[in-house]
C-alpha cells in the first residue's frame, strides 16, 4: 500500500506537467503575438528622398575666403583646435550656427529636448530664416515621441531632417528590438556639424546638457575638435554618405499627416517660449547674432 508521502508527490507530478505545458503555450501564444505585431509594422518604402550634397563653393562665403587665403600658405594641410570644456563646445556649435551663410550640415546620435538641444535648434531655424540650408541627421534610438515636433521644423523650407536607420514601431523602441534586433541594432553615433563646408566640429560630444556644463546634478568629460582648411570637405563626404545612404528617412514618411507652415509656427513659439523662461547658465546671447 503506498504511503501518503508517495501519493503527494505523484499527486504534485501531473500539475507540474500541467503547469510546464501551460507556460509553453504562453511563450507560443506571445512569439505569434510578437510576430504578428512586427509583420503589420513596417517602414515605408515609396516617399520622396531626394538626394543632396555638401556646399560646394566653399571660397565663395565671407569666412570661406579668408580660410582658403590661410589654406594656401599650408597647401594640403588642415587647422584644427582641441575643444576640451564643455561650454566652449556649445559655444562654438551656437557660433556655427550664426556664422552660416549658406549651409549647415549637422549629425548626432542623441538630441535631447533639454536647455541646449532647445537653443541649438532654433539656431538652426534662425539660420534657414535667413536662407540657409539645413540639413540635420539624427539617430532614431532616442526619438520616442518626438515625431510631430521634429516633423513641425522639417516643414520649414529651408530644414530637412531624417532619422538614421528608424524604428518602424514608432510607440515602442524595445517592440523593434524584439521583433527586428538584427536591423535595428545597428545605430549612427556620429557627432559632426559643418558651416558652409569650410568649418566643422567633430567629436564625442552629444547634443545634451551634459556634454555642456549645464547639468545641474553632473556632467561628462569629453572631447570636440574644431576643423578648417581641406579636412572639412573629408567631413562633409562622410555626412553626404550618411544622408543619402538608404537608412536615412526622412521624417515626413513616419508621420501620419502632412506639416505645414501653421504646424512650424506652432513648435518655433513654443521652443522659444521654453528657452525664455529656462535657464542657461553661460553667457550664449552674447555671442554673434543674425
Known sequence: MPSARASTRAGRAPRAERARAYRGRVRATL???????????????????PESTAF????STAIGKEIAALAAQHPGESAFALIPHGRQAFTARVALADLAQSALDVQYFLWETDTTGRILADRLMRAADRGVRVRVLIDDVNIKDRDAGIAALDAHPNVEIRLFNPFPHRGSRLLGFVTDFNRVNHRMHNKLMVMDNTMAIVGGRNMSDPYFEVDDQ??????????????????????????????????????????????????????????????YPHPWTRMSRA
Open 31 to 49: 512569439a505569434v503575438a510578437l510576430v504578428l505585431i512586427g509583420a503589420c509594422a513596417t517602414l515605408p518604402k515609396n516617399y520622396p528622398r
Open 56 to 59: 560646394l563653393d566653399h571660397e
Open 218 to 279: 553632473g556632467n561628462f568629460r569629453d572631447l570636440d575638435i574644431a576643423a578648417a582648411g581641406p579636412i572639412v570637405r573629408d567631413l562633409s563626404q562622410v555626412f553626404d554618405r550618411f544622408w543619402n545612404g538608404e537608412w536615412s528617412v526622412p521624417i515626413a514618411a513616419l508621420v501620419d499627416r502632412p506639416y505645414g507652415d501653421a504646424d512650424l509656427r506652432e513648435q518655433v513659439g513654443r521652443i522659444r517660449e521654453t528657452i525664455a523662461k529656462g535657464r
